[in-house]
Protein backbone atom coordinates (compact mmCIF):
# COMPACT_ATOMS: atom_id res chain seq x y z
CA UNK A 1 0.00 0.00 0.00
CA UNK A 2 1.54 3.84 -0.82
CA UNK A 3 2.64 5.60 1.75
CA UNK A 4 -0.11 8.35 0.72
CA UNK A 5 -2.97 5.63 1.28
CA UNK A 6 -1.84 4.81 4.48
CA UNK A 7 -1.49 7.99 5.53
CA UNK A 8 -5.23 8.31 4.61
CA UNK A 9 -5.75 5.79 6.80
CA UNK A 10 -4.61 7.30 9.92
CA UNK A 11 -6.09 10.29 9.16
CA UNK A 12 -9.80 8.99 8.93
CA UNK A 13 -8.65 6.52 12.01
CA UNK A 14 -7.60 9.47 14.07
CA UNK A 15 -10.80 11.30 12.76
CA UNK A 16 -12.93 8.39 14.60
CA UNK A 17 -11.38 8.29 17.62
CA UNK A 18 -11.51 11.46 18.44
CA UNK A 19 -14.85 11.63 17.50
CA UNK A 20 -16.11 8.41 19.18
CA UNK A 21 -18.29 10.19 22.01
CA UNK A 22 -20.29 11.15 19.09
CA UNK A 23 -20.72 8.33 17.52
CA UNK A 24 -24.15 7.43 16.22
CA UNK A 25 -24.03 4.51 13.72
CA UNK A 26 -21.41 2.54 11.57
CA UNK A 27 -22.11 1.04 8.46
CA UNK A 28 -20.42 -0.36 4.58
CA UNK A 29 -21.78 -0.18 1.36
CA UNK A 30 -20.78 -0.95 -1.72
CA UNK A 31 -22.03 -0.84 -5.66
CA UNK A 32 -20.97 0.36 -9.24
CA UNK A 33 -19.53 3.41 -10.19
CA UNK A 34 -19.51 5.19 -14.06
CA UNK A 35 -17.06 7.18 -14.59
CA UNK A 36 -15.41 9.40 -17.51
CA UNK A 37 -12.73 11.94 -18.23
CA UNK A 38 -13.05 15.10 -19.44
CA UNK A 39 -10.08 16.68 -22.01
CA UNK A 40 -9.68 20.04 -22.43
CA UNK A 41 -8.67 19.74 -25.67
CA UNK A 42 -10.52 18.10 -28.44
CA UNK A 43 -6.93 17.49 -30.68
CA UNK A 44 -6.76 14.13 -29.75
CA UNK A 45 -10.15 13.09 -32.36
CA UNK A 46 -11.25 10.61 -29.36
CA UNK A 47 -14.79 10.58 -27.68
CA UNK A 48 -15.22 9.15 -23.91
CA UNK A 49 -17.56 7.34 -22.54
CA UNK A 50 -18.51 5.87 -19.16
CA UNK A 51 -16.37 2.99 -17.76
CA UNK A 52 -17.63 1.02 -15.39
CA UNK A 53 -16.10 0.05 -11.83
CA UNK A 54 -16.61 -0.88 -8.53
CA UNK A 55 -16.86 1.09 -4.95
CA UNK A 56 -16.77 0.12 -1.52
CA UNK A 57 -16.98 2.23 1.61
CA UNK A 58 -16.72 1.83 5.31
CA UNK A 59 -18.42 4.47 7.20
CA UNK A 60 -19.07 6.34 10.33
CA UNK A 61 -22.20 8.74 11.25
CA UNK A 62 -21.77 11.30 13.84
CA UNK A 63 -24.63 13.14 16.13
CA UNK A 64 -27.83 12.13 17.58
CA UNK A 65 -29.73 14.98 16.08
CA UNK A 66 -32.16 12.78 14.05
CA UNK A 67 -32.19 15.87 10.99
CA UNK A 68 -28.81 16.51 10.63
CA UNK A 69 -25.23 14.40 10.82
CA UNK A 70 -22.10 14.49 9.50
CA UNK A 71 -20.32 11.08 7.95
CA UNK A 72 -16.90 10.70 7.79
CA UNK A 73 -15.82 7.31 5.79
CA UNK A 74 -13.04 5.44 3.66
CA UNK A 75 -13.76 4.67 -0.07
CA UNK A 76 -12.27 2.33 -2.59
CA UNK A 77 -13.34 3.37 -6.42
CA UNK A 78 -12.32 2.44 -9.46
CA UNK A 79 -12.75 5.47 -12.09
CA UNK A 80 -11.27 6.18 -15.55
CA UNK A 81 -12.67 6.14 -19.01
CA UNK A 82 -13.26 4.55 -22.67
CA UNK A 83 -11.29 6.28 -25.01
CA UNK A 84 -12.89 5.83 -28.69
CA UNK A 85 -10.34 6.45 -31.66
CA UNK A 86 -12.73 5.93 -34.85
CA UNK A 87 -14.08 3.01 -33.91
CA UNK A 88 -11.14 1.56 -31.41
CA UNK A 89 -12.03 1.29 -28.05
CA UNK A 90 -9.18 1.61 -25.73
CA UNK A 91 -9.78 1.68 -21.53
CA UNK A 92 -7.97 3.80 -18.99
CA UNK A 93 -8.62 2.78 -15.71
CA UNK A 94 -7.76 4.59 -12.41
CA UNK A 95 -7.79 3.20 -8.63
CA UNK A 96 -8.47 6.02 -6.19
CA UNK A 97 -8.94 5.26 -1.94
CA UNK A 98 -10.88 8.35 -0.88
CA UNK A 99 -10.92 10.25 2.52
CA UNK A 100 -14.96 11.24 2.43
CA UNK A 101 -16.90 13.55 5.11
CA UNK A 102 -20.26 15.02 4.15
CA UNK A 103 -22.66 16.64 5.79
CA UNK A 104 -26.15 14.52 6.09
CA UNK A 105 -29.36 15.69 6.33
CA UNK A 106 -32.24 13.24 6.56
CA UNK A 107 -35.87 13.58 6.76
CA UNK A 108 -37.33 10.66 9.32
CA UNK A 109 -40.69 9.39 7.85
CA UNK A 110 -42.78 6.57 9.30
CA UNK A 111 -41.25 3.15 6.71
CA UNK A 112 -38.23 5.15 5.11
CA UNK A 113 -35.94 8.12 6.13
CA UNK A 114 -34.93 9.82 2.70
CA UNK A 115 -31.35 11.90 3.29
CA UNK A 116 -29.02 14.03 1.34
CA UNK A 117 -25.28 13.80 1.37
CA UNK A 118 -22.66 16.56 0.10
CA UNK A 119 -19.07 17.11 0.88
CA UNK A 120 -15.53 17.05 -0.27
CA UNK A 121 -13.22 13.83 -0.85
CA UNK A 122 -9.65 13.55 -0.87
CA UNK A 123 -8.80 11.06 -3.82
CA UNK A 124 -5.44 9.28 -3.39
CA UNK A 125 -4.13 7.63 -6.52
CA UNK A 126 -2.97 4.38 -6.15
CA UNK A 127 -2.78 2.27 -9.10
CA UNK A 128 -3.25 2.99 -12.94
CA UNK A 129 -3.74 1.16 -16.59
CA UNK A 130 -2.97 3.33 -19.55
CA UNK A 131 -4.59 1.65 -22.76
CA UNK A 132 -4.03 4.95 -23.97
CA UNK A 133 -2.21 8.34 -23.92
CA UNK A 134 0.18 6.78 -21.14
CA UNK A 135 2.05 9.97 -20.61
CA UNK A 136 -1.16 11.51 -19.24
CA UNK A 137 -2.27 9.16 -17.36
CA UNK A 138 1.25 8.58 -16.02
CA UNK A 139 1.27 12.06 -14.78
CA UNK A 140 -2.10 12.62 -13.17
CA UNK A 141 -1.85 13.33 -9.43
CA UNK A 142 -1.52 11.21 -6.52
CA UNK A 143 -4.16 13.54 -4.54
CA UNK A 144 -6.79 15.54 -5.67
CA UNK A 145 -10.06 16.98 -4.03
CA UNK A 146 -13.30 16.06 -5.86
CA UNK A 147 -16.71 17.18 -4.57
CA UNK A 148 -19.62 15.02 -3.91
CA UNK A 149 -23.47 15.24 -3.79
CA UNK A 150 -26.06 12.31 -3.05
CA UNK A 151 -29.44 11.23 -2.15
CA UNK A 152 -30.00 8.00 -0.22
CA UNK A 153 -32.71 6.18 1.67
CA UNK A 154 -32.65 4.07 4.35
CA UNK A 155 -35.47 1.07 5.80
CA UNK A 156 -37.03 1.77 8.79
CA UNK A 157 -36.71 -1.34 10.77
CA UNK A 158 -37.24 -2.81 14.18
CA UNK A 159 -34.04 -5.02 13.63
CA UNK A 160 -30.29 -4.46 15.05
CA UNK A 161 -29.19 -3.31 10.86
CA UNK A 162 -30.49 -0.69 8.42
CA UNK A 163 -30.74 -1.25 4.84
CA UNK A 164 -30.00 1.36 2.89
CA UNK A 165 -29.47 2.91 -0.91
CA UNK A 166 -27.82 5.68 -1.81
CA UNK A 167 -26.43 7.78 -5.30
CA UNK A 168 -23.82 9.88 -5.83
CA UNK A 169 -22.65 12.39 -8.57
CA UNK A 170 -19.15 13.23 -7.95
CA UNK A 171 -16.64 15.66 -9.90
CA UNK A 172 -12.87 17.46 -9.40
CA UNK A 173 -12.63 20.26 -7.35
CA UNK A 174 -8.63 20.07 -8.57
CA UNK A 175 -7.95 18.36 -11.69
CA UNK A 176 -6.58 14.86 -12.26
CA UNK A 177 -3.65 15.82 -14.53
CA UNK A 178 -2.91 19.56 -15.57
CA UNK A 179 0.52 19.32 -17.76
CA UNK A 180 2.03 18.97 -20.99
CA UNK A 181 1.09 16.14 -23.05
CA UNK A 182 2.73 14.25 -25.92
CA UNK A 183 1.76 10.72 -26.39
CA UNK A 184 3.92 8.04 -27.79
CA UNK A 185 1.16 5.46 -28.13
CA UNK A 186 1.70 3.64 -31.26
CA UNK A 187 -1.73 3.69 -32.01
CA UNK A 188 -1.74 7.41 -32.60
CA UNK A 189 0.59 9.92 -34.66
CA UNK A 190 2.89 11.67 -33.16
CA UNK A 191 1.68 15.67 -32.78
CA UNK A 192 2.64 18.72 -31.26
CA UNK A 193 3.02 19.16 -27.25
CA UNK A 194 -0.29 20.43 -25.87
CA UNK A 195 -1.40 21.71 -22.44
CA UNK A 196 -3.84 19.75 -21.39
CA UNK A 197 -5.90 19.13 -18.37
CA UNK A 198 -8.23 16.24 -17.48
CA UNK A 199 -11.28 16.48 -15.31
CA UNK A 200 -13.06 13.22 -13.61
CA UNK A 201 -16.77 12.84 -13.00
CA UNK A 202 -18.63 9.81 -12.25
CA UNK A 203 -21.83 8.34 -11.09
CA UNK A 204 -22.34 6.29 -8.13
CA UNK A 205 -24.92 3.50 -6.55
CA UNK A 206 -24.16 1.42 -3.91
CA UNK A 207 -26.14 -0.56 -0.74
CA UNK A 208 -25.27 -1.20 2.62
CA UNK A 209 -26.20 -2.09 6.01
CA UNK A 210 -25.98 0.67 8.90
CA UNK A 211 -25.79 -0.69 12.37
CA UNK A 212 -26.94 2.22 14.83
CA UNK A 213 -25.07 2.72 18.32
CA UNK A 214 -27.13 2.57 21.42
CA UNK A 215 -26.07 4.75 23.82
CA UNK A 216 -26.42 3.77 27.81
CA UNK A 217 -28.39 6.29 29.64
CA UNK A 218 -26.94 7.06 33.25
CA UNK A 219 -29.63 6.67 36.05
CA UNK A 220 -31.35 10.09 37.08
CA UNK A 221 -29.44 11.27 40.19
CA UNK A 222 -31.98 10.74 43.75
CA UNK A 223 -31.76 13.23 46.34
CA UNK A 224 -31.52 11.85 49.66
CA UNK A 225 -30.68 14.82 51.70
CA UNK A 226 -33.30 13.99 54.06
CA UNK A 227 -31.64 10.68 54.85
CA UNK A 228 -34.25 8.34 54.41
CA UNK A 229 -33.77 4.81 54.02
CA UNK A 230 -33.49 2.84 51.18
CA UNK A 231 -36.60 2.02 49.59
CA UNK A 232 -39.15 4.47 52.34
CA UNK A 233 -41.90 6.04 50.43
Known amino acids: MKRSAITILVIWLSVISAHAQFFNAIGIAAGQSFSKEQWSTEQWQTQEKYLEGLNIAVFADFFDNPNFQWRSEIMYNRLGTKEYVQTVQYVNKTDYLSFNNYFKCSLPLFSWTPYLLIGPRLEDLNDRVAGIFPDAIAGMKSLHLSAAVGIGIEKVTFGTLKPFLEVFYNRDIT ?11 PNLMPGPTI ?16 LPLQRKTKCPHVDNSAGNPAGAK
Request: no cysteine; charged share 25%; hydrophobic share 35%.
Open 195 to 210: AEKIMTQDVEWRVGLK
Open 175 to 185: PSFNGEVISNS
